[in-house]
């Protein structure tokens, strides 16, 4: 398979999984005491899966591609941390401009949470991609 779809295949699935766990387990209650009001009643998952099949592309760009280059998963961990902190960093900083209700504790925890899940997603991709990439 080649290089940079085994990348993409590999950080969307742990992406994925990771964020499932995050926003299904772990702070579903973090989120839901904190801006619960906004919250929609239901997921749109088509909106969900775009975000996600979208979001992987950036990081494959951004962080898997120059860490291939440079046969570094350590490199991926980085670029995949900064992009991950810039993108949420973007929306949670955003949002607590706009919105009524969003909390400097929700933008801190998010912007963390981006940067932890992108770093590990962008590891993953470039870790797959250097074992079973041609």
Same mark, same amino acid.
């Given at each position: 398979? !080649?290089?940079?779809?085994?990348?993409?295949?590999?950080?969307?699935?742990?992406? &994925?999984?990771?964020?499932?766990? +995050?926003?299904?387990?772990?702070?579903? @209650?973090?989120? $839901?005491?904190?801006? #619960? !009001?906004?919250?929609?009643?239901?997921?749109?998952?088509? %909106?969900? =899966?775009?975000?996600?099949?979208?979001?992987?592309? #950036?990081?494959? %760009? *951004?962080?898997?591609? !120059?860490?291939?280059?440079?046969?570094?998963?350590? $490199?991926?961990?980085?670029? #995949?941390?900064? *992009?991950?902190?810039?993108?949420?960093?973007?929306? @949670? /900083?955003?949002?607590?401009?706009?919105? $009524?209700? +969003?909390? +400097?504790?929700?933008? /801190?925890?998010?912007?963390? +949470? #981006?940067? *932890?899940?992108? &770093?590990?997603?962008?590891?993953?991709?470039?870790? =797959?991609?250097? $074992?079973?990439?041609?």
């Amino acid at each position: 398979m !080649p290089r940079y779809l085994v990348a993409y295949v590999a950080a969307l699935a742990v992406l &994925a999984v990771l964020d499932a766990l +995050w926003l299904g387990a772990v702070a579903k @209650d973090f989120y $839901r005491g904190q801006i #619960g !009001p906004l919250m929609a009643e239901q997921v749109r998952f088509g %909106v969900a =899966a775009c975000f996600y099949l979208l979001y992987i592309v #950036g990081v494959v %760009v *951004f962080a898997v591609v !120059p860490a291939l280059a440079a046969e570094s998963v350590t $490199r991926a961990l980085m670029l #995949g941390a900064l *992009f991950g902190f810039f993108a949420y960093m973007t929306y @949670d /900083l955003t949002n607590l401009a706009t919105l $009524r209700g +969003w909390s +400097w504790q929700v933008t /801190l925890t998010d912007i963390a +949470w #981006g940067s *932890f899940v992108s &770093a590990v997603a962008a590891g993953a991709g470039c870790a =797959a991609a250097l $074992r079973f990439g041609r």
